[in-house]
């Protein structure tokens, strides 16, 4: 499976920027969506949609950031708006997907691409 991420950058507060992420390889994939990790942070979730368009996102980004996936399925979107410091950090794309990883899990991840938000 690999998963090929788009759009990051760097952008004023209150600008906007939008991700987008292709997964290929995939035999049958369940939820896709993003992630990110500050330095000094773990990585948490930002959004993820399921195949029936279930969305699960974190608090902080409700009302602000809109994900979405294209109608094959193996696309998702990240639209940011209303972009704050905080949100700055590594954006991975990930997915739940088979074939499983090389460590047997079905969790797979991105590369990381960097958004970076100036005050």
């Known amino acids: 499976v690999q998963l090929e991420e788009f759009g990051g950058g760097l952008v004023q507060a209150g600008g906007s920027l939008r991700l987008s992420c292709v997964a290929s390889?995939?035999?049958?994939?369940?939820?896709m969506g993003w992630f990110r990790q500050a330095p000094g942070k773990q990585r948490e979730l930002v959004a993820t949609?399921?195949?029936?368009?279930?969305?699960s996102s974190d608090d902080s980004v409700k009302g602000r950031f809109t994900i979405s996936r294209d109608n094959a399925g193996n696309t998702v979107f990240l639209q940011m708006n209303d972009l704050k410091p905080d949100d700055a950090g590594v954006y991975y794309c990930?997915?739940?997907?088979?074939?499983?990883?090389?460590?047997?899990?079905?969790?797979?991840w991105g590369q990381g691409t960097q958004v970076t938000v100036s005050s």
């Open positions: 949609i399921s195949n029936s368009g279930v969305i």
């Open positions: 390889g995939t035999i049958a994939m369940s939820s």
């Open positions: 990930y997915c739940n997907a088979r074939p499983r990883t090389l460590s047997g899990g079905y969790d797979h």
